[in-house]
């Protein structure tokens, strides 16, 4: 479709959308995979969102949603795009029921906005995202987390409403504003790793926390990778509560790996130093280190942005948290086998992470292959970042399980056209 | 029934796993929710998942409806079957498959109670934490069904955040594995749609739950108030100090009276007790419960008693989880109600459900998971007294319209059943119900699948409103309910 047809076809849509100022032609900074787009679109309201989605459904337009345009790169080549609709102008926290430990935020609102004005009154959505500019959006249907996932889980933990735009042009509430309710399906859990699949995020309501009282990091450091296990392991049974538990590894050029362990405490100050104490003498680590303040947060923010920040594919995966030693073994083989680099960043008690492999094309793939081949240790291995000419070797999303004609039923029930994220799954 | 398709349900379940006579069908006519009753034309107990599958298949071939039932101690009536239908009693699913210490997951059949997995786990320290009052016997797959809560749930979250994965035989037959014991499972969140859809999306027949360790630290206080109020304003204050304790209740007067009636916890003789339960690390809690202690007695508390040992916490909590029950000792009928407001709107809410109770006649007990606004009213009738029954109904009908107008829910975890579908479009627009619908057909376009349950229906050709009472046929046996 060319740009005066998309124009066109705004202006029979809604001439409203074009006068609104939130249609431009598309650049090459917002092709995905060289697949260029014709034009982006920028509803500033729900109901123009739902229009514009059901418009392009009785056209058949191809439509990706886009949020912070942080993660656009996840996923598969796709198919075809004609629109790029954003969901940047719908910015705003609506609600913040402090009282209730409750916010509604609209989907387009980046995390960091959202927590400078929870912190108002020392509360927060205890999320942590990889990237500056994650929207709330993008971050529910990629269902994004990180660090503080040990304690406070993934955003669809969170998640007590949403409110959808679907596309027939529905605008659909599901849940509440209550972090109790089982009043009817939980369509927000369905659109947590969906990808923009199934339909738009308008806005979400989710259950906050308070800020805690103060933090500090234990930075743990070991020499092999039994020793690191087994703390990993001792940690998992006591009765320590972190509200971080998370492990970084790396191979680089070196014979020796780096393997430490970050494991932070949130909560009174007595209740801190007591947890510390008891965890020196759980951890047989090389080193300990306490950080806290300032620094803290610095390395946090460098832990959680480590693997976008270099070159390579980088893979999420899961693995059952005692069989950490095993997927210790598997990436330090990975890193023998010809890997530049290689590194893992995950939830050491969740058994959830990334790795960052670099090296030539077949070097990546072939690592891909490596983390599937052993799926008593690792599994869920889905390609987030890559190189098309990786992607389009190694399976992004991994054999699809039994269940997907049920998602292929749920996506037509959903998105009957096909027009939302056609050829970038996972469904 | 046909004798030929009976036949082939007996050569899936066994002679002993299919019960067709008017008296054994009579167990399964209802849940918990004794006043929807409906004998169904079959109950079979299979003791297999492919056995589950097969029944379900067959249900597909006859074009028979079926509703899975767990242990029957459901509140909505989700449970209920329907009439002309199977039900499929997974009670003989009951094994516990695998206890993973070293991975804190525990894999179970659904028939499982809930609180056989915590005594599997308990002597390693472990627990699983959802703890519906009906845990001694509610099952996992109803719990799964539900997405039960329960009075820990104000930190722990509900059955969605300790299910990990689970096998499902959908409604035309198929088994699949949904979710995984490993993190991350790639595309849309199907097990969290699946629990809590309330039977409609399919059957759980394998489930794997997380388990938690033990906190190093419990410490329990109940607190006495001279009003509903005062003991409201205790709940905001505590939350607004940021401490999220693991469990808030609270019980007014006539709720206290029943509880005391029945099983003696020895609580006070005031207008509104309230339950307040920290757990964590042992310094953490010694701080925050002095705070917590502290809050209470600046809001008005006429009394603290801290629970000394675990013998004094259970018998605190024996006193709160036996409240329902309790009901029985101070009036001969009550309806159970389960809503939510927004903690903050409490106060507010609770007063108008005093006004109603002044206005109806009929007593109202209250009993409620403060921490997160579920409320529980219990509307005390007595069935003999003509209308009265009708007039609790209306009573609880009316206590939900309040929820709702504070902006909370119809149901905080007893579910929306057969006893609340009307309720749902007060709840939601005509269009939030057809887009649910949609899903609902994706997984079940023939509509066998808990038929009737959730979504509202265009009642009846007849049909009124109100308790049910049997009618003399049904007494005999001889005629089902339509």
Known sequence: ?427 | MDERLLSEFVRICGADGVLHEPLQLLTYECDALPHLRMLPALVVLPASASQVQAVVRLCNRAGMPFVARGHGTGLSGGALPVAGGVVIALSRLNRVLDVDLANRQVTVEPGVTNLEITRRVAPDGYYYAPDPSSQQVCSIGGNVAENSGGAHCLKYGFTVHHVLAFDAVLPDGEIVHLGSPMADTPGPDLVGLFVGSEGTLGIATKIVVRIVRRPESVQTLLAAFDSIDAAGGAVSAIIAEGIIPSAVEMMDRLAIQAAEAAVHPGFPSVDAILIVELDGPAAEVRSLFQIVEETCRRQGATGIEIAADDQQRARIWKGRKAAFAAMGRVSPNYYVQDGVVPRTRLPEVLRRIRTLEARSGLRIGNVFHAGDGNLHPLICYDERVPGQGDRAVEVAAEILSYCIEAGGSITGEHGVGADKTESMGKMFTAGDLEVMQRVRAAFDPRKLCNPGKIFPAPRLCGEVPGTYRQRPVEQAGSAERF
């Open chain 1, 1 to 427: 479709m060319s740009l005066p047809s998309v124009l066109s076809f705004l202006q029979s849509c809604n001439p409203a959308i074009l006068q609104s100022g939130g249609v431009r032609e598309a650049g090459p900074l917002d092709a995905i995979d060289g697949v260029q787009p014709r034009a982006l679109v920028e509803p500033d309201s729900p109901e123009m969102l739902a229009e514009l989605l059901a418009c392009s459904s009785r056209e058949r337009l191809s439509i990706v949603l886009r949020g912070g345009g942080t993660k656009l790169g996840w996923g598969g080549r796709p198919a075809g795009i004609d629109l790029i609709v954003s969901t940047r102008r719908l910015n705003r926290v609506l609600a913040h029921a402090h009282g209730d430990l409750t916010a509604t935020v609209e989907a387009g609102a980046t995390l960091g906005d959202v927590n400078r004005e929870l912190a108002r009154h020392h509360q927060w959505l205890p999320l942590d995202t990889s990237f500056d500019g994650s929207t709330i959006g993008g971050m529910i249907a990629t269902n994004e987390s990180g660090p503080v996932r040990h304690r406070h889980g993934t955003p669809r933990d969170l998640l007590i409403g949403i409110r959808l735009a679907t596309t027939d042009g529905l605008l659909v509430n599901a849940g509440g504003r209550v972090v109790k309710n089982v009043a009817g399906y939980d369509l927000g859990r369905l659109m947590s790793g969906s990808f923009g699949s199934l339909a738009a995020i308008v806005s979400a309501t989710f259950k906050l926390a308070p800020l805690p009282p103060a933090s500090t990091t234990l930075v743990a450091t070991f020499r092999d990778r039994q020793a690191m296990a087994q703390a990993v392991s001792a940690v998992g049974s006591s009765q320590l509560e972190p509200a971080a538990f998370d492990l970084h590894v790396a191979h680089e050029s070196g014979p020796a790996p780096h393997l430490t362990l970050l494991i932070r405490f949130a909560t009174t100050a007595a209740a801190i130093d007591a947890q510390i104490d008891d965890a020196r003498r759980l951890l047989a680590a090389d080193h300990i280190d306490l950080v806290t303040g300032a620094h803290e947060s610095e390395l946090w923010r460098d832990h959680a942005r480590r693997l976008w920040t270099a070159a390579g594919a980088v893979v999420r995966v899961g693995w059952p948290p005692a069989a950490l030693e095993g997927v210790l073994a598997l990436v330090e083989r990975i890193g023998r086998e010809g890997a530049s680099a290689i590194e893992l960043v995950g939830r050491a008690g969740v058994g959830a992470g990334s790795v960052r492999v670099s090296g030539d094309t077949t070097t990546q793939v072939r690592a891909v292959e490596h983390l599937r081949a052993q799926r008593d240790v690792i599994g869920n291995v889905v390609v987030l970042r890559a190189d098309l000419a990786v992607k389009e070797r190694a399976d992004v999303w991994g054999p699809p399980g039994d269940a997907v004609a049920l998602l292929r039923a749920v996506k037509t029930a959903l998105d009957p056209a096909g027009i939302l994220n056609a050829g970038r799954g996972p469904v």
